[in-house]
């Protein structure tokens, strides 16, 4: 046995010395398999020289884009229609958008999905939004496959196809698409933005954010607004994209970028600096009807639809602008004139991201996708819009009351508000379309303006591209223009085999047949299909309406698109036939994609107990809680909303009387504060900013320890808004109270957080600012008890 061995290790050794001969003279050049990823190392024969100075190494083994690969950029806006850009025929000036297109193609049939998550999720990943479990928003996420808001493994990213590609990948703004349930402290972290391929990310983990004092990540970190009253969150990000792309090319050169650009903006709240907001005054005083006619006139003399396209009705919710009184447009014009602000000042701060990619002479090898639009315009707002659209999901119909909102007249979309428009304007920026965001069953919803633009190789300058395209359809078009293969393996797993189709094929034949033939629609019910030409859909759900069908008795729409670029003309009762085939197709893409069972429910949703997602707070009926513990999401908190619960919290206190913010949650627009000032404890609950219950200590705390108790007693009943009862003591004893008229049921915040020792955010209180909001006493402990 003994004597096999030694032949088998001369062998080895003899057929081993002819290649450590090449690894010393001329090692072979490692042949690159991309369609598994990461690229694996190259495996080079064993080195049999003794002495390393008669040895020559193998290379450093590197993974290198392919050859003339560009650098990439998507920019996503949010919130923004078809009818939203000038290039479009808006009457807000998007030069920026513009220029792109003049430059390059414009788009007018590329679609999403209706709502922000599914778009972002298809968008990144180039499959259809259920495949990657991203049925709707993943606040409201559920357990049904397709609908789990967990990004599977087997469906990557293009971020991470291009980082283990060899380029440097960078997110900003708005990431809404990791589970709600992980984005704490606690994690797990593999579907936050550093593990999904961003080198980098700066930016908000939901669906929007106060653009004043915004909840903003750096990578896995949550970090604090700055206290700077000329701060906005818009600049900001842009200024930080700016400053990575100048580090990435000043150190790597030769290493091509990828930079997702996606601003909160044009999405509630509408928050835009004074000086934007100037620039529109009476522009909209002529109304919404007036303005739908005049975008839709000018869409038609720019060629970005066909001449012979008819402007579609408008929604039967919708007033008349005539109809409405002097109060109701003065307030609605008001609005409109916030939200074109907000748009230019999107488009001035994006052109300043995309200036600097000129400045350092990398803008002609950059390919660039300028996606006007998420979804369509949003109708969130409803009738009468919002001057803090927390009011809605809390059903409190004073957020929709004219005469309340017009006491914000002045201030509106400054930091003293959360406000969003009314729906007519939704209609009137989705032009010539009738429905809005959340209607995935009309183009009013999905139907958004894109601009790309690559000199090197789109050769086209100012040319439309009518040819049918959907958001999945981005992430192929990468891949072919990098000259890379589609991945089958990505860390191991075997992918899901992207849904998308390249549009290169767009770029150098302007008539070219669309290949994108067939593509399903759906979002809390509302349901379309297109095929060739021809989109079958039904409206099942008003963004601002209720339930009220049964899925089996909704009324089926027919339309040839093909013809009718506005969907103007039902043809369901002239061909029968055809919509009997469509909505068989739809079933059977349902299937295919994991979109069935259809599920209509909204609101209810943000109950995770109802909806069947996880909870980090399930079955828990205490939260014990320490000094620093800043940041928690309202998600990731115990929920002290509609029921009875106590916050005992044990301090200490030296020679000066305390001060600062024992535990909050929430901010300016709905929240509580236990709070010390001047050593006097007080709790006070803010109820959506209209109404402010106080609860003040008659007594100032004690020297050394203390326990502040804060006890809450709901009222109960069938009224989840009701108020309650607020007893404060010190040490045991009584020392205030107060009567809570009402509470928020559903919702504080998407964005502000719950903190021990400080205010992180907005100010619950106008007692203290974030500055002064810290405790400057010790905190041994909180603990919150849940009562019932």
Sequence with gaps: MRKAITCITILLIALCLPMAGMAKDAPVKAQVDRTELPVKEPWYPPITTLDARDAKAPPMFAVEAPKDAPN???????????????????????????????QGLLYNQFHTTALCSPTRQALITGRNHHSANQAKISEVATSFPGATGMLPNDVATVAEMLRLNGYSTAAYGKHHETAVWEISPSGPFTRWPNFIGYDEFYGFMGGETNQWTPSIYHNLNMIEPPDDPDYHFMNDMATKAIEWMRFQQALTPDKPFFVYFAPGAVHAPHHVPQSYIDKYKGKFDEGWDVIRERIFEQQKKLGVIPKDTKLAKKPDDIKDWKDLSAKEQKLFARQAEVFAGFLDMTDHETGRFIQAIEDMGELDNTLIFYIAGDNGTSAEGGMNGLFNEYTYFNAEPKGSDIDVMMKHYDDWGGPTTYPHMAAGWAVCFDSPFTWTKQVASNYGGTRNAMAVRWPKRIKAKGEVRNQWHHVIDVVPTILEAAGLPEPRIVNGTPQRPIEGTSMVYTWDYPKAPSRHQIQYFEMFGNRGIYYD????????????????????????????????????????????????KLQQAFLGEAVKYKVLPIDDRRLELFNPKLAGR?????????????EGMTGLLENDFINVKATSFEIVADIETGDK????????????????????????????????????????????????????KMDFAHDGGKNRSAGGT??????????????????????????ETASVGMDLETPVVKDYTLKTSNFTSKINKVIINLKD
């Design 614 to 626: 996880p909870d980090l707070m399930f079955g828990r009926k205490t939260l014990v809680l320490y």
């Design 657 to 708: 009387p305390a001060n600062g913010v024992i535990v909050s949650q929430g901010g300016r627009f709905g929240g509580w504060s236990l709070y010390v000032k001047d050593g006097t404890p007080i709790y006070t609950y803010n109820y959506l900013g209209l109404e402010y219950s106080t609860a003040t200590s008659s007594e100032k705390l004690p020297k050394g320890k203390a326990t502040v």
């Design 533 to 580: 030409g021809w989109f079958a859909g039904t409206i099942h759900l008003k963004p601002w309406g209720k339930v009220e069908n049964k899925l089996v008795d909704d009324t089926w729409e027919l339309y040839h698109v093909a013809e009718d670029f506005s969907m103007s003309e039902d043809l369901a009762a002239k061909h029968p036939d055809m919509l009997k």
């Design 726 to 751: 607020v007893t404060l003591s010190v040490n045991g004893k009584s020392v205030g109270s107060v009567k809570v008229p009402a509470t928020q049921f559903a919702l504080f915040s998407a964005d």
């Design 72 to 102: 990439v950029v998507i920019i996503l806006l949010d919130d923004l229609g078809f009818g939203g850009t000038s290039a479009t025929g808006g009457v807000i000036p998007t030069p920026h958008f513009n220029k792109l297109a003049d």
